[in-house]
């Protein structure tokens, strides 16, 4: 057995010393965890490939498919395929199937079995294809060809995982290493078997066989069936009728389980979904897959940007199968790991989430109630991770930052919340005090009452005079606690001259003087309009700015800001087939900006979850869901899984329907009606009710556990206003609150 060492962001190894490499005979302790469960196999998991699948097995050996085909007399290559997404894509979220075509070549991938996958080509025109079989990992692996099949085996590989922590932009590794088995060991073996499609020609190269066929009219359709594990899988390959049944079956399955929509906000949920499951691989160095911010970011060593991957955990519980190894991982995270570990409890009340991230903030977060300065050589703490941001154009005098103190207070109440939730009452009690203080010092300190918006401040007194969309960042979080504070910050956010537009929110307001501007550098070189943070828009802030007016409950400007925001998803969308990192009023591409990323698909669930999504600041801490919006035009949207049970929402004419698991629990005749805080519990059912003229409610209760003859109907008429609404054992109580 060997041990190669795979540490990362030490002294003496990379990205320190790039040609650091150290073999030893000896290493740490190999345990169960050291290999997976059960075998991973799915499609663009390996990294850098969108364009095939991957099988990891449950000895540790990984192997890879890749497809590729002639275009214009070269052969594609992966960056082809993460640069180029294609004319259509559907993924689903549990990467059991996809669909992808890509010019002239259309590809369907089937999980076939726990250790088995299904790629079926076809194509639109005359096409040579090559579809390529490898180990990923090489070490003692080998290949041998036979008949129309590739037969590989490999040596039992070990992960030992080590200890990971994070600086801002990247991974700290340490004790990290790979573990081979010496080859005749347990063996592990993979085969790939060419089911349909014969005629083709294999070629071997570098541990690598390709095999290449042109598909035309005549001879349109190659079935490869690829598996991992023990010998058995060379003697039950299944039969073509086998294989037909099973790719029919997913493609049912993906029909029936996929969320789809219609209107302004939920037309593009399927293609929403879809990119952002385009972005999971494989880290054959965690053994788990992941959702990455970017494919062209992945090298060798798997270190991340962790607010990237902060993102990727968030994403990752919107499309119903939450990364949580990722979300605790990155749960501390400045930017979004409060925030995205907040979500994913929410919306699976899975308390481990919220346990293994408390241990990580109580590590590495400061808790107490004192103010963040900014350090005035780094500058890090105005206009984090935003190179060449106005917002860093300061004195050299100490400052607050607004941003950094807004993060702290975020992180200090969901850190308040879970210690509840977790029944951690000393810490409960601490948390409190803590939290009490530092709002008060917040508010005192960051509020600028003459102009109606939170800024930096320096500690003299004076406000910073740039500022941008971080002014807003407060709305998320319980320091806003007067109706004249609200408006005076909604006044701002909705001025045609400072931010509120088709492109919103700017991370510099627009009544700045480098606000679209052209810049001649130092250097020579120019800063285009809207680059380097003069008016780009980044997709976490218009997010934790959405979930404010959420959390405020000012339901007409948060329904057009989602409209605004799903639009600007759907412009991009439309002209790139991707989305970026940053978005900029002009349509193009900002030259920092991922150009296929995932976190710009938050701009997408913005406006997806104005139809229906989970209460995340209920003050008990109750499981809730609100749904309805006051956003013009008619709006479908079904197979949304929350708290284990499917919803599917409609908004017809002057209906509003909900059903839960198929039956039709809730209903409105009338005006327009937005339902908050819809919850169940043991004294019944209660929620909160605005409706923008008279209506006619009927709902069902129980509606989300059922018990058998207790259920009761409910039906009364509102007025234009909002109401609360408590209904028990068939009593109901109605109190207008306006």
């Known amino acids: 057995m060997k041990y190669i060492n795979r540490e990362y962001g030490l002294a003496g190894r990379p990205p320190y010393f790039k040609e650091f490499h150290e073999e030893s005979m000896v290493g740490p302790e190999i345990t169960e965890d050291c290999f ?3 075998p991973i196999v799915g499609f663009g998991l390996e990294g850098r490939v969108p364009n095939g699948a991957l099988l990891a097995g449950t000895l540790g050996s990984i192997w890879g498919v890749e497809f590729n085909y002639m275009r214009k007399g070269k052969w594609t290559t992966d960056s082809d395929f993460i640069d180029e997404v294609g004319k259509f894509l559907a993924t689903s979220t549990n990467n059991r199937f996809r669909y992808l075509c890509h010019g002239g070549l ?11 996958v299904v790629l079926s080509f076809s194509a639109l025109e005359k096409i040579k294809l090559k579809v390529s079989f490898y180990p990923i990992t090489t070490n003692g692996a080998s290949m041998k060809i036979s008949s129309t099949r590739v037969m590989g ?14 600086t801002d932009t990247s991974l700290i590794a340490k004790d990290r290493y790979e573990a081979i088995y010496d080859n005749g060991e347990d063996l592990e073996f993979f085969l790939g078997s060419i089911v349909a499609g014969e005629g083709g020609q294999f070629f071997v190269k570098n541990n690598r066989v390709d095999y290449n066929i042109i598909l035309d009219a005549t001879k349109s359709r190659l079935q490869v069936y690829c598996a991992i594990g023990d010998a058995s899988i060379f003697d039950n390959t299944p039969s073509q009728e086998e294989l037909a049944r099973g790719v029919n ?4 399955t993906y029909s029936a389980d996929k969320v789809v929509g219609s209107g302004t906000l939920a037309s593009r949920v399927s293609e929403i979904f879809s990119h952002c499951a385009e972005h999971e691989i494989f880290n054959p160095l965690t053994l788990d897959c992941v959702y990455v911010e970017s494919r062209n970011k992945v090298d060798e060593h798997f270190a991340f940007d962790p607010t990237d991957m902060a993102i990727g955990g968030l994403i990752s519980s919107y499309t119903n ?3 949580k190894a990722q979300i605790t991982e990155y749960s501390d995270d400045i930017v979004m790991g409060a925030i995205a570990t907040w979500v994913a409890f929410c919306r699976t009340r899975d308390k481990k989430i919220l346990k293994g991230a408390y241990l990580r903030w109580q590590t590495k977060w400061t808790i107490d109630d004192s103010l963040v300065s900014v350090d005035l050589i780094t500058k890090r703490e105005i206009g984090y991770k935003m190179e060449g941001s106005p917002l860093k154009d300061i004195k050299a005098e100490p400052i607050y930052s607004l941003e950094f ?3 702290k207070l975020i992180m200090l109440e969901i850190m308040l919340k879970s210690a509840k939730i977790l029944g951690l009452n000393s810490d409960v009690m601490s948390l409190n005090a803590i939290m009490i203080s530092f709002v008060k010092k917040f508010n005192d300190t960051l509020f600028n009452k003459k102009l109606g918006r939170y800024g930096d401040r320096y500690l003299n007194g004076n406000f910073a005079v740039n500022y941008g969309a971080t002014a807003f960042l407060p709305l998320v979080t319980n320091a806003i606690r007067d109706n004249d504070k609200l408006d005076m910050l909604l006044i701002n956010l909705t001025d045609e001259n400072k931010f509120w537009g088709d492109v919103m929110v700017p991370t510099i307001s627009k009544d700045n003087s480098s606000y679209g501007k052209w810049l001649r550098k130092a250097d020579g070189s120019f800063r285009a309009p809207f680059e380097e943070f003069t008016g780009s828009v980044l997709p976490q802030f218009n997010y934790l700015i959405y979930m404010g007016l959420v959390r405020q409950g000012v339901l007409d400007v948060e329904a057009k800001f989602a409209e605004i925001s799903i639009k600007l998803w759907e412009k991009y969308y439309k002209g790139n087939g991707s989305v970026p990192s940053i978005f900029l009023p002009n349509g193009k591409i900002d030259g920092q900006a991922q150009e296929n990323s995932l976190s710009g698909n938050l701009m997408g669930i913005i406006g997806i979850s104005e139809l229906i999504d989970v209460e995340y600041f209920r003050d008990d801490l109750r499981p809730a869901i609100r749904f309805g ?4 035009g008619e709006h479908r949207i079904s197979n949304v899984k929350l708290f284990g049970k499917k919803m599917d929402l409609a908004i017809v004419d002057n209906t509003m329907t909900l059903h839960i698991d198929d039956e039709k629990v809730f209903e409105s005749v009338g005006g327009r009606v937005v339902v908050r805080n819809y919850n169940e519990n043991e004294n019944g059912v209660e929620f909160m009710v605005f409706a923008s003229d008279s209506a006619t409610l009927t709902f069902v209760s129980p509606a989300f556990v059922k018990r058998d003859g207790l259920s009761s109907t409910y039906r009364f008429n509102v007025e234009a206003g909002k109401y609360k609404v408590r209904a028990v054992g068939g009593h109901l109580k109605l109190e207008k609150l306006i």
């Not at 259309?106 to 088995?116: Q, R």
């Open 249 to 252: 079956n997913a493609e049912l």
């Open 36 to 38: 997976l469960k059960r």
């Open 321 to 323: 199968h939450a990364k």
């Open 629 to 632: 919006t006051l956003a013009e």
């Open 153 to 166: 085996q490999a040596p039992k590989r070990a992960v030992l995982v080590g200890e990971n922590s994070h």
């Open 405 to 407: 103190n807004t993060y």
């Open 106 to 116: 259309a590809v369907t991938m089937v999980k076939y079995s726990k250790n088995a």
